[in-house]
């Protein structure tokens, strides 16, 4: 076969077509030419078999073949490569293969002449370019031709409530006066409302620190809005001495006052709302000894739109965007939310729960730390996707759990569950779902238990101790022969208790009188008060009896201001500092921030008593071990110091008990106080009373005269009345007892 046979396409030799025919002594075989090959790919075949040569498709089998940025194109046994559009080749050919060792190189357009236009810049890419416009300029459609044009003229809403202008830097916006941009010279001017903080009275009175940082900011915010100045506020520094002041102020005496809760809050929110626009984008993160604060901040004239997350160790927040910035037709061109959480204001926000539905036996407290949550949008009072807030809990208990929100205008601040509910809840955390935004917490409903078991322990027991009270008021006051100093002590300790518990039964639950409900919480503090006091008058009395050996008793006048005056002056003083801690939501009695001022004194009596009692007894044991005691008068004195430490007992541990009642009581120890507590009075009269030989006698005289007229006791009762009235002169003139 010749050369020339091969290269023209239009023979056809016996092979067929895109053959090559190669003759051999005697016969023939064939071969598929170049870009042509069997199904099979036999590289060589005869005539006669059923092989044909098909076109081979080499931009299909190798998609590299013609090198990055450059075409391959096919073709009948051949293929060709071509470079993409904005690249050349290196060669300067349009067509090449692969083994021409050619590449492609990128075009750059932006070296032709004015390829933009004016105010605009060329930036070129790998095969292409852009045109960019200049700051301050926007991208304009004039028929089928683009340019760029001022945005001042394009756009004459871009500055809201102010001028455009243009500069080195872009359009810049110069706002009206009662306007502002918060910082950010090309956003929108939107109005400033430094009247948020127009009436601080209450401010002025309650929280003089805020007073103070509050007015500089009202001062400054005008300026800005008048153009007086053209310094705008530093958000983080005032950020970081408003919550300064937040940690002084949580730092002191709880507010107790729920009016001062609600100016406190609110003053927080309007702070946050006015300041938050002010700080740098993406916002700041701060935490102090009293507070945690997180602020996300967005600026620019696109709407932000999906969720943000804050986090803090006690709290979470969940919200859209879209809550944060508002309607799009108000949107100022910035966008603010911050969750502000207190470590120390549960106690001041304690007890006001008007505005919460509780269930029959269910007692309320806090369980989580208040937060505030403030949002730029002004309109926060019903939102169209509420937001989630997830509070973690203080006490780790399967109770029931409702989610409140500070409502200021609800006698003068309370809890309330309007617009929230509970979405999800355990033991160590709920979440909170509201359709509004303000200052939140998580209530803990506590459900007394054993109530009614403990009420009829009470009434029973307080209802004896009256009885026997009232018959140790009738011995103690009316039978002469048993009259002495040490008598009229347990006379006052019987009337003391005796009004301390007919007032307990009366008056301690009757709190729909605010008044009339501190006015018997301040008598039963007076009246517990004076039981203890004539308690530690008998302690002092026996100590002078053993111990310093004073004949002489006290003067009934000195008895009278130990026993009533100092619980006067007391109670006095406590109820001066704080009137309002005198009657709670549940009972007529005293406040946790007023109990130690009934605790106080009384655990000093207990302590000072037992000191009396174990010299007592000390100096006791050493007279009975003398060579020549007076046997008589010693064991007149042994058993008054018996009755007199099991009376410090009885007195004490009811106390003792009952300084676990303060926060959540064990059950044990509920019973304890109440048995304790009621059956006072008639341990009393068993200790002084039926505990009492002498006072045993009278009694069985009494029932003697009353019920056997005409036994001969009478005579023999005459004789020892009369013996009993010498003895008992000789112990008013002693101070000793009879027992």
Known sequence: MSEEEDDDPEFVGPCGENTNCFNTNGSFFCQCKKGFRTATKAVNFTASSSETCSDINECGEDKNICGLHA???????????????????????????????????????????????????????????????????????????????????????????????????????????????????????????????????????????????????????????????????????????????????????????????????????????????????????????KTDLELHLHKGSILPQGKVTLSQLHAKLDIQMETVAGEPSQYPDFAAVSLLSYKMLNESAEGFFDGVEKQDKERLKINSKVVTVTVSNPNTSHLKDSVLITLNHMQQLNQTSYCVYWDSSMNGGAWSTRGCHVKESNPNYTVCSCDHLSSFAVLMALYEVDIFELEVITWVGLSLSLVCLFICILTFGLMRSIQSQRTKIHLHLSISLFLAFALFLIG???????????????????????????????????????????????????????????????????????AKGYGTERYCWLSLDSIWSFFGPACIIIFVNIIFFLITVWKLAQKFSSLNPDFDNLQKIKTFTITAVAQLCILGMMWIFGCFQFEEKPIAMSYLFTIFASLQGVLIFVMHCLCSKQVRDEYRNIWSRCCAPKKKVYSEFGYTQSSKAQGSKSTQDTGESNM
């Open 71 to 289: 075409k391959c194109e096919n073709s009948l046994g051949y293929y060709i490569c071509f470079c993409k559009e904005g690249f050349n080749s290196s060669n300067g050919k349009n067509e090449f293969r692969k083994n021409d060792n050619v590449s492609c190189v990128d075009i750059d357009e932006c070296q032709k002449e004015d390829i933009c236009g004016k105010n605009a810049t060329c930036k070129n890419s790998k095969g292409s370019y852009s045109c960019v416009c200049d700051e301050g300029f926007v991208q304009s459609r004039s028929g089928n031709h683009e340019t760029c044009e001022d945005i001042c003229v394009i756009n004459n809403t871009i500055c809201g409530n102010g001028t455009c202008h243009h500069g080195a830097g872009g359009h810049y916006c110069a706002c009206h006066s009662g306007f502002s941009n918060y910082g950010d010279i090309q956003s929108r001017c939107t109005e400033m409302n430094c009247e948020v903080f127009a009436d601080m009275t209450s401010l002025k009175e309650d929280f003089g620190l805020v007073y103070n940082l509050m007015e500089e900011l009202t001062d400054q915010c005008k300026q800005i809005a008048e153009n007086e100045t053209s310094t705008d506020l530093d958000g983080e520094d005032l950020i970081k001495r408003l919550l300064d002041m937040i940690d002084q102020l949580l730092s002191g005496k709880p507010f107790r006052d729920n009016r001062k809760v609600s100016t406190f809050l609110d003053t927080v929110e309007d702070f946050l709302r006015l300041i938050g626009p002010f700080t740098a984008p993406p916002g700041v993160k701060k935490s102090f000894n």
């Open 508 to 578: 301690i639950s009757r709190t729909e009188n605010r008044v009339a409900c501190a006015v018997v919480a301040g008598l039963l503090h007076f009246f517990f008060l004076a039981s203890f006091c004539w308690m530690c008058l008998e302690g002092i009395q026996l100590f002078r009896m053993v111990v310093l050996v004073f004949n002489a008793s006290f003067r009934t006048v000195y008895l009278m201001a130990a026993g009533y005056g100092v619980p006067a002056v007391i109670v006095s003083i406590s109820a001066l500092a704080n």
